[in-house]
């Protein structure tokens, strides 16, 4: 397709479209709306559906009710709608039914500053709802990145019947770039696997060889429950611990598996490196000037830039802490996903550079922090 | 499945209906003995609903109509004219 | 099915454990019952009917009946079936609530899908308190009824729950009791039938919590109340204003022919593909 000038929220919506999501359900809320928008106007050309619920409750609970119809469905919202969608992110986990919960963040806490950028949400992604349950995170650093990690977030939400969280924040949401996007029929689209055995036979919880179990949509001859309660293979209610242990295996490990292709990093100089700068989303781009400029002085460093937040790139922050003195990791927050590389890494490591009043970390705040001694 | 139809009393001499009791799925909650209109069935000493009169059905399917849990039925008789 | 069997064990899940959980004598199990019957008068596919819950005591429905069944979160069970009807309009979605689940948590979301007027049967049964939690007052408990968190009495005057359906736009609203199960079956036939949102609340009670507190005798004291403190419409219509202030008036309250959402939604389709006639059913299925 011809480049053109985009806008982050609007590359999301196309990252959907070309996802073959077909439903999306939302609430207006800054900076945010301009995916409703723009899918409000998108979808029904092609025969899609979009409605504007009355709360972003109600939103994500349309999400997975469509979903579980067979549409490949959508919200995106901000900071105090995402808080109020836990309990729906924690059902769409234990239901095992795909959804992507778009969350543009802005500076909070409560109505903080809605036009003003933040990466205050990254814990709550993690840890949001109630209860112990795998989640997947990604993070776009550029508006065609926001069209790759849409397109991304819908396919392992269908490959691993999970939520996926997108945590965009205010920058990448509404700053506009030159973007080229693929041809829709280019991108690489992955669908839920759809049962066919026999109706009497189908377990919508059973053990697979993926440890994920194809999903019927709903009226198609495959009559089964669905309950946020435990339950067993049938997805009947259950309190028998041989059914509960088994299922959080499962669920746990259909994602810990796959990490290799789930969690997906961008490295740059990492190799012999001595100091490594870890960042994503919007101080991402920060860090790469920073990294440009600090290397002008011969400097040994290198960057990881995380696309995938959750689960975290244990294993990569691993081997680039054996070579690395100083691992220094930005964030428009006052350190969330430093904690997780300081787990990692060992804390003397890590140089935390932080700001949560809505501006992004500079590169010059990134630099000094490279080059402290 | 038949027809829930209102029971119309008409001229006969036996009961219009054969009520079947499923002890495993009774609770006895004793709505079926409260409310049937001519006293088809009483508690027993566990307070479970057996048939005392059938031969007073009328089959006007009261009981397997509020049976909270589905333990009670009434099959239609062919009614002796 | 043996001619012994109660004809509604042809719409159970036979892989599930009966008897079904709810107390002796509840209320909900003949809500359940008179829905099947009206299913099964109407001759619904299983295929083609979803029944959503929310949690609660009526949340424990769904999963013994052999249909398309969620048990979804307390007072967004309407949400979620908005979700499924608009992907899957030709699906015939029954929501079961109970009225704290309807209409505490769940207000919101009740008054703004009746207000779309999607293609949605709500059941509301009415016991006037929260059963599974042990019988704290809801937004239909009685003034001055004693309940678990209103130890002293309950000061807060209930929602009229059919004139808030019908207020906020419900194509059909019906109000009958478990006493009068067959009028109940009736009126919710009508409400599958329709084409919109219908609500059909279906007074019960609650002996377990509510009966208990407020000293109101077994679960078959409780139904002779029923019987003895409803009247019909038309009977209500001649009763004086003071007289019997709180007897249970049964009847449709409303049924009216309103644009329903999904087919308007159709009509979006339709505009937003510019095409001058020909009509577009919009793509349910798979994505």
Known sequence: MTARLMQGNEAVGWGALAAGCRFYAGYPITPSTEIAEMLARELPKIGGKFIQMEDEIASLAACIGASVGGLKAMTATSGPGFSLMQEHIGYAAMTEVPCVVVNVQRLGPSTGQPTSGSQGDVMQARWGTHGDHPIIALSPTSVRQAFDLTVQAFNFSERYRTPVILLLDEVIGHMREKVELPDPAAVRVVDREITSVPAEWYRPYGDAPSDVPPMAPFGTGYRYHITGLFHDPAGYPTQRLDEIDPWIDRVFRKIERNLGEIVLVEEDGTEEANTIVVAYGATARSAQHAVKLARGQRAKIGQVTLLTLWPFAEAVIERVAHTARRIVVPEMNLGQLALEVERIAGRRKVVRVNRADGEMVTPMMILEAIERK | MPAITEARPAAHKGPRGRVVIFGTWCKGCGLCVEFCPTGVLALDQDSHPIVVAPEKCTACHWCDTHCPDLAIVVQPLEVAR | ?287
């Open chain 3, 1 to 287: 099915m043996s001619k012994d069997e109660h004809s509604a064990y042809n719409y159970l899940r036979h892989t599930k454990k009966f008897p079904n959980v709810w107390c002796s004598g509840c209320g909900i199990g003949i809500v359940m019952s008179a829905l099947i019957r009206a299913i099964d008068r109407i001759g619904l596919a299983k295929d083609d009917v979803a029944v959503i819950s929310g949690i609660g005591c009526t949340g424990r429905m769904p999963v013994y009946l052999d249909f398309n069944t969620m048990h979804t979160t307390h007072g967004r069970a309407l949400a979620f079936a908005t979700g499924l009807k608009f992907a899957r309009p030709e699906l015939k979605v029954i929501v079961i609530m109970g009225d704290g689940d309807a209409l505490a948590i769940g207000g919101n979301h009740f008054i703004h899908a009746a207000r779309r007027n999607i293609g949605l049967t709500a059941i509301v049964v009415n016991n006037s308190i929260y059963g599974m939690t042990g019988g704290q007052h809801s937004p239909t408990t009685p003034l001055g009824s004693r309940a678990a968190t209103a130890p002293y009495g309950n000061i807060e005057p209930p929602f009229p729950v059919c004139e808030l359906a019908a207020a906020a736009g419900a194509a059909y609203v019906a109000r009958s009791t478990v006493y009068h199960a067959v009028e109940l079956d009736r009126y919710i036939e009508q409400a599958i039938r329709k084409n919109g949102f219908s609500l059909v609340e279906a007074v019960s009670y609650c002996h377990t919590t509510f009966g208990r507190m407020n000293k109101l005798g077994p679960a078959v004291e409780m139904m002779r109340r029923l019987k003895e403190n409803s009247v019909t419409k038309a009977a209500a219509e001649k009763l004086a204003p003071s007289e019997r202030p709180d007897v249970i008036v049964r009847g449709v309250f409303r049924d009216e022919d309103r644009p329903e959402y999904t087919a308007l939604y159709d009509e979006v389709v339709r505009r937003a593909q510019g095409a001058a006639g020909a009509s577009v059913r919009s793509a349910g299925g798979a994505g």
